[in-house]
């Protein structure tokens, strides 16, 4: 087998507090080839630090540390600030949650794609811009020479999410990092942004990291899943093991979630132990 | 392309509609506005205790000159009519004559106002080009040297006293190392010398191509504008850096850092262009304190400009000079708030379609 896309060996994040570190995310290794990998977790368990410390961009007080942390055979924890520049967005990048926060505001929609394409391919204007359109049209947005000119709060949350998912994904990098990416959609449009999602990654043959409280969507979206408790990988397994887990907080998980088959009079909570972060 | 050429028209035609809309509201506003200010004007001028007639025909005329000015005056005619009369003398640039210096009071507001014109535009543009970048730089490396350097220096703008820094600035840079011109608009003997056009002295001397003079009003002009840019500056970079503070933890900025920019390509390309609509109500609201004539700076440099005007007059209870000065700082922050209001709508796009 070639070497994995992306390798990660007892990573650490800890952030200096008045009262101790924090341990944001505690000894996580894995691997990641070509495929889906679910990472799954309550609020707070450290799995949206985790994406952002394989981006190299954890706000500054904090301390990221690991034994090994490559991609495609670049050491990360060796990068300077400007080969982080040329990796990001060109070789790894990420669709964040809610394009209504994560789109500037004073920019055009059309401008904010083309500039991906500015800062890496070394385009001239005309071609940034029929790129730019070509990549709308690949996220489905019917008009894309009117989407062009429109500014972030012109649009629905759906088609805001695809802008960003064209924004992120036209310098054609080899991994996404999709960070709750439906999270602050209608339900209505959720599947049909995962679905554009599904087929570019799978076109594209990139690999993908999919973060999610969702346990559904990540087990019917991924190969494999990560489950996170208190920045701890507490399990892993393959997405269709997920009912067979072995992990009580998985099962407690998988457990929490109503079924619509099932008629139940009680929810089962989930319980939590501090022993598993011993 | 064809194509992207039509979304530009349709894009631009879209921003001109909405520009000559905006244009259109506020005119209305501004003589809604304009109105309220010369009912102000016109109540304070009858609740002060100076009597305009005495003003105008002196403490020796007999009762009969008294009673004939009094009804010129209007003044035996009702409250609102008087009001019209006040209104329609305004409309007609008439502000009467200024008891202190005799002669209009609109031939006197010509001579000052250009002089603190000149000398706040001067001011504002080097505090704005100055004050911004360091209120960007100070916000983005918010805790570390730059940003407690700038912030030192910009204390000592905001706390120490013009007047005090206008001595000590006329002693340094005037008197010991002789850089700069003294007080004044221009050496003596280069009064009178350029036609008065603008009353801008740096304007006029331009017009003519006369360098010599141009020069010597730039060197009397420099040192009381850098004071008063020290202050604003002082204030722009201080609002400056507190508005790149809130918008550098955005989340635009992680995602403009994720799709490759630099930390400082994510400041200055996607933070700054968003601070534009609080940057210019700060700079607005600054130059126009500026317009009004700082009467502290005016002093210290024997500056002819309004503030000084304004204040003589008041303790001299010279009405229509007051009053007359009131309505042109009323009208110069109505004009500043209506550029404004107008450079939000090009900066911010949310507040074009409305």
């Not at chain 1, 410390?53 to 034994?67: D, F, Y």
């Not at chain 1, 990796?87 to 669709?95: C, E, P, Q, Y």
């Not at chain 2, 631009?12 to 506005?33: E, K, M």
């Not at chain 2, 001299?316 to 550029?339: P, Y």
Request: include cysteine; hydrophobic fraction near 45%; proline fraction near 4%.
């Amino acid at each position: 087998m070639t070497e994995p896309l992306l390798t990660v060996e007892n990573l650490e994040v800890t952030y200096p507090g008045r009262t101790g570190v924090t341990r944001a995310v505690r000894n996580v290794s894995f691997t990641l080839g070509r495929e889906r990998l679910g990472i799954v977790g309550e609020s707070g368990s450290g799995k949206s630090t985790l994406g952002r410390a394989l981006l190299g961009l954890v706000p500054r007080p904090s301390i990221v540390g690991a034994r090994k942390m490559s991609y495609a055979g670049t050491n990360l924890l060796a990068c300077t600030e400007r080969e982080w520049q040329n990796l990001r967005g060109r070789r790894l990048s990420m669709v964040m949650q809610d394009p209504k926060y994560s789109l500037n505001p004073v920019k055009t929609v059309g401008n904010q794609i083309a500039e991906t394409c500015f800062l890496h391919l070394r385009t001239s204007r005309k071609d940034a811009e029929r790129r730019t359109l070509d990549m709308l049209q690949a996220v489905q947005i019917r008009d894309p020479e009117v989407v062009y000119q429109l500014y972030p709060h012109q649009l629905s949350g759906g088609m805001g999410q695809r802008v960003m998912i064209a924004m992120m994904l036209i310098a054609e990098p080899d991994l996404l990092i999709a960070d709750e990416p439906t999270s602050a959609l209608d339900v209505t449009v959720q599947n049909e942004v995962l679905r554009i999602l599904d087929d570019l990654v799978r076109e594209r043959g990139m690999g993908l990291i999919f973060i999610s409280h969702n346990l559904t969507v990540v087990s019917s979206f991924c190969d494999r899943v990560l489950i996170m408790y208190g920045g701890r990988v507490v399990e892993e397994c393959l997405a269709q093991d997920l009912q067979q887990a072995k992990h009580p907080y998985t099962r407690g998980l998988v457990a929490a979630t109503p079924s619509l088959d099932v008629r139940r009079d009680e929810l089962a909570t989930v319980m939590r132990d501090p022993e598993w972060l011993q | 392309m064809s194509s992207t050429g039509t979304i530009g028209q349709v894009g631009r035609r879209h921003y001109l509609t909405s520009i000559a809309r905006s244009v259109i509201s506020f005119l209305f506003s501004l003589i809604i506005t304009f109105i309220g200010l010369t009912a102000v004007t016109f109540l304070i001028s009858k609740m002060t205790n100076i009597d305009p007639v005495l003003a105008l025909v002196g403490d020796k005329a007999t009762k009969e000159v008294y009673d004939l000015a009094y009804k010129a005056l209007g003044l035996d005619q009702p409250i609102w009519v008087q009001y019209g009369i006040y209104l329609k003398r305004l409309l007609s640039a008439d502000f009467g004559v200024s008891v202190l210096t005799g002669q209009p009071v609109l031939t006197d507001l010509i001579r000052v106002f250009p002089a603190t014109f000149e000398l706040a535009t001067i001011a504002t543009v080097i505090g704005v080009l100055l004050g911004v970048p360091a209120g960007v730089i100070a916000g983005a490396c918010k805790g570390r040297w730059p940003d407690h350097v700038i912030r030192v220096v910009g204390l000592f703008g905001y706390s120490v006293p013009v007047f005090w820094l206008g001595l000590v600035g006329l002693f340094f840079f005037y008197g010991k190392l002789g850089w700069v011109s003294g007080t004044g608009r221009l050496d003596v003997f280069y009064n009178g010398v350029v036609t008065t056009r603008t009353g801008i002295i740096l304007i006029d001397s331009a017009l003519e191509g006369n360098w010599e003079i141009f020069a010597n009003a730039f060197g009397h002009l420099i040192l009381p504008a850098s004071i008063l840019a020290y202050y604003s500056l002082a204030y722009i970079a201080r609002m400056t850096r507190s508005f790149m503070i809130d918008q550098l933890s955005q989340e635009y900025i992680i995602a403009a850092r994720i799709k490759g920019n630099s930390y400082w390509g994510a400041v200055w390309r996607h933070a700054f262009p968003n601070i534009m609509v609080p940057l210019i109500t700060v700079i607005g609201l600054s130059y126009a304190s500026l317009l009004e004539g700082s009467v502290l700076a005016e002093t210290v440099f024997a500056w002819p400009g309004l503030g000084l005007y304004i204040t003589r007059a008041m303790f001299n209870s010279d009405m229509n000079a007051v009053l007359g000065g009131t309505i042109v700082v009323g009208t110069v922050f109505i004009g500043v708030n209506l550029i404004s209001d107008l450079l939000y709508r090009v900066f911010d796009p949310r507040l074009r379609t409305s």
